[in-house]
């Protein structure tokens, strides 16, 4: 009798502690906040998208070309996890698009040869596709081989409102002849927006505005907003040569 209690006991406290793995989104745990406190979607209720990246640079860069801030990331090494939970954590944190990239680690067994003819019709979409995203349906695997490890990263995106300006940049620092670089650099130029009608596009080194000599990223905001709705004069600098174009903000 002793012994059966004893392995009910076992069998209760194994079902508790399963439960609570099973539980824990892995997303969520090792999310790393890179935006500042409370950034979030500008919808009240997002309705947040997941998709498929292929490569993090490439795409990362696409995405601020389409509006989109970096709120964060998760990174870790794990046994197959199905973009749901992902999306679970997205939409905890009010993200407007999450980008997942998973990358199989080890050899399984015969059991994952379902899943290896997936990832391998995946990789020949993305040598056609290279550069796109394409959004994943969220359905349940069909077969998991516990003895297969998945290195998971996702990076969280929100959909900023329409720019006054439209560049992302970098403030540039000194080069190898420690000579001071001039000018702020463009790292991406929002579709549509006043820099990209303007004609600047990304590796642009921003030198003035109206004649005021720009050195850092916060002068250049500043003399944005201080022109708001009316044109401008930008100076820049492309491939070593000076130039300078006109932006309607």
Do not use: C
């Amino acid at each position: 009798m002793y012994k059966s209690y004893l392995n009910t006991f076992i069998a209760a406290v194994f079902f508790f502690s399963t439960n609570l793995i099973a539980e824990e989104n892995l997303f969520e745990k090792n999310y790393v906040l890179q935006s500042p406190e409370g950034f979030k979607s500008f919808e009240q209720n997002p309705d947040t998208k997941i998709m498929r990246g292929w490569d993090k640079d490439t795409d990362n860069v696409m995405m601020l070309e389409n509006g989109y801030d970096f709120m964060g990331f998760s990174g870790f090494v794990s046994t197959n996890i199905p973009p749901s939970v992902a999306l679970e954590h997205g939409q905890k944190i009010k993200a407007d698009l999450i980008l997942i990239y998973d990358r199989q680690i080890n050899e399984g067994d015969r059991a994952s040869q379902f899943k290896q003819a997936r990832r391998k019709a995946i990789e020949e979409k993305r040598v056609k596709d290279f550069g796109k995203v394409t959004e994943i349906e969220i359905t349940e695997d069909d077969l998991v081989d516990p003895n297969v490890m998945y290195d998971f990263y996702a990076s969280y995106w929100v959909k900023l409102p329409r720019p006054t300006f439209g560049t992302h940049f970098i403030e540039l620092g000194k080069g190898e002849n420690s000579q001071n670089v001039e000018g702020v650099q463009v790292i991406a130029v929002i579709k549509g927006s006043a820099a990209a009608n303007a004609g600047i596009v990304r590796n642009d080194s921003i030198t003035s505005i109206n004649g005021q000599k720009v050195t850092t990223p916060e002068q250049l905001i500043s003399l944005i907003r201080e022109n708001k709705g009316s044109d401008i004069n930008v100076g820049y600098i492309r491939n070593g040569k000076p130039s300078e174009t006109v932006a309607s903000i």
